[in-house]
Nanobody
Protein backbone atom coordinates (compact mmCIF):
# COMPACT_ATOMS: atom_id res chain seq x y z
CA UNK A 1 0.00 0.00 0.00
CA UNK A 2 1.53 3.28 -1.13
CA UNK A 3 1.33 5.82 1.64
CA UNK A 4 3.62 8.62 0.49
CA UNK A 5 4.21 9.90 -3.03
CA UNK A 6 6.67 12.72 -3.55
CA UNK A 7 6.91 14.73 -6.77
CA UNK A 8 8.15 17.99 -8.20
CA UNK A 9 11.88 17.44 -8.25
CA UNK A 10 14.14 18.05 -11.22
CA UNK A 11 17.21 19.78 -12.53
CA UNK A 12 17.48 23.47 -11.74
CA UNK A 13 20.21 26.06 -12.02
CA UNK A 14 21.73 27.68 -8.94
CA UNK A 15 19.45 30.42 -7.71
CA UNK A 16 16.39 28.72 -9.11
CA UNK A 17 13.24 27.44 -7.43
CA UNK A 18 11.26 24.25 -7.17
CA UNK A 19 8.06 23.27 -5.41
CA UNK A 20 7.84 19.75 -4.09
CA UNK A 21 4.60 17.99 -3.28
CA UNK A 22 3.90 14.97 -1.11
CA UNK A 23 0.58 13.19 -1.29
CA UNK A 24 -0.01 11.10 1.80
CA UNK A 25 -2.64 8.63 2.80
CA UNK A 26 -5.10 9.92 5.35
CA UNK A 27 -3.79 7.48 7.92
CA UNK A 28 -0.31 8.90 7.60
CA UNK A 29 -1.25 12.56 7.30
CA UNK A 30 -4.13 13.18 9.66
CA UNK A 31 -3.32 14.58 13.08
CA UNK A 32 0.41 14.13 12.57
CA UNK A 33 3.30 16.50 12.35
CA UNK A 34 4.86 16.12 8.93
CA UNK A 35 8.36 16.77 7.72
CA UNK A 36 10.50 16.99 4.64
CA UNK A 37 13.78 15.12 4.69
CA UNK A 38 16.63 14.86 2.24
CA UNK A 39 19.49 12.51 1.62
CA UNK A 40 22.51 13.36 -0.48
CA UNK A 41 24.86 10.66 -1.78
CA UNK A 42 27.08 9.32 0.97
CA UNK A 43 25.25 11.27 3.67
CA UNK A 44 22.63 10.43 6.25
CA UNK A 45 19.04 11.46 5.79
CA UNK A 46 18.38 14.79 7.47
CA UNK A 47 15.31 16.78 8.44
CA UNK A 48 14.88 19.87 6.31
CA UNK A 49 11.57 21.30 7.47
CA UNK A 50 8.76 20.37 9.81
CA UNK A 51 5.10 21.35 10.16
CA UNK A 52 3.51 20.57 13.49
CA UNK A 53 -0.09 19.64 14.21
CA UNK A 54 -0.49 23.07 15.72
CA UNK A 55 0.73 24.82 12.62
CA UNK A 56 4.21 25.82 13.66
CA UNK A 57 7.11 25.32 11.30
CA UNK A 58 10.80 24.74 11.80
CA UNK A 59 13.71 24.62 9.39
CA UNK A 60 17.24 23.35 9.29
CA UNK A 61 19.69 26.22 9.53
CA UNK A 62 20.97 25.44 6.05
CA UNK A 63 17.58 26.18 4.42
CA UNK A 64 16.13 28.79 6.75
CA UNK A 65 14.88 31.79 4.81
CA UNK A 66 14.93 29.91 1.52
CA UNK A 67 12.53 26.99 2.00
CA UNK A 68 8.89 27.09 3.09
CA UNK A 69 6.86 24.10 4.20
CA UNK A 70 3.09 24.10 4.02
CA UNK A 71 0.27 21.60 4.18
CA UNK A 72 -3.20 21.24 2.73
CA UNK A 73 -5.21 19.18 5.18
CA UNK A 74 -8.10 18.78 2.76
CA UNK A 75 -5.80 17.16 0.23
CA UNK A 76 -3.54 15.28 2.67
CA UNK A 77 -0.63 16.98 0.94
CA UNK A 78 2.54 18.62 2.15
CA UNK A 79 4.52 21.08 0.06
CA UNK A 80 8.05 22.39 0.12
CA UNK A 81 8.74 25.62 -1.71
CA UNK A 82 12.46 25.89 -2.34
CA UNK A 83 14.01 29.16 -3.46
CA UNK A 84 17.57 30.33 -4.02
CA UNK A 85 18.69 26.77 -4.54
CA UNK A 86 22.39 25.97 -4.47
CA UNK A 87 24.33 22.83 -5.36
CA UNK A 88 24.45 21.77 -1.70
CA UNK A 89 20.67 21.33 -1.85
CA UNK A 90 21.03 18.50 -4.36
CA UNK A 91 19.57 15.34 -2.82
CA UNK A 92 16.64 12.99 -2.86
CA UNK A 93 13.81 14.62 -0.94
CA UNK A 94 11.30 12.63 1.07
CA UNK A 95 8.34 13.46 3.23
CA UNK A 96 7.12 11.49 6.22
CA UNK A 97 5.73 11.87 9.68
CA UNK A 98 8.05 13.71 12.01
CA UNK A 99 7.34 11.20 14.76
CA UNK A 100 6.99 7.48 14.06
CA UNK A 101 7.82 7.62 10.35
CA UNK A 102 6.09 5.06 8.17
CA UNK A 103 7.57 3.26 5.17
CA UNK A 104 9.45 5.73 3.02
CA UNK A 105 8.25 6.70 -0.41
CA UNK A 106 10.46 6.73 -3.48
CA UNK A 107 11.43 10.35 -2.95
CA UNK A 108 12.00 12.97 -5.60
CA UNK A 109 15.42 13.90 -6.94
CA UNK A 110 16.53 17.51 -6.81
CA UNK A 111 19.67 18.41 -8.70
CA UNK A 112 21.05 21.94 -8.61
CA UNK A 113 23.67 22.46 -11.25
CA UNK A 114 24.66 24.86 -13.96
Amino acid sequence: QVQLVESGGGLVQPGGSLRLSCAASARVFSFNAMAWYRQAPGKQREVVATFSRGGSTNYADSVKGRFTISRDNAKNTVYLQMNSLNPEDSAVYYCNRLMSPVSWGQGTQVTVSS
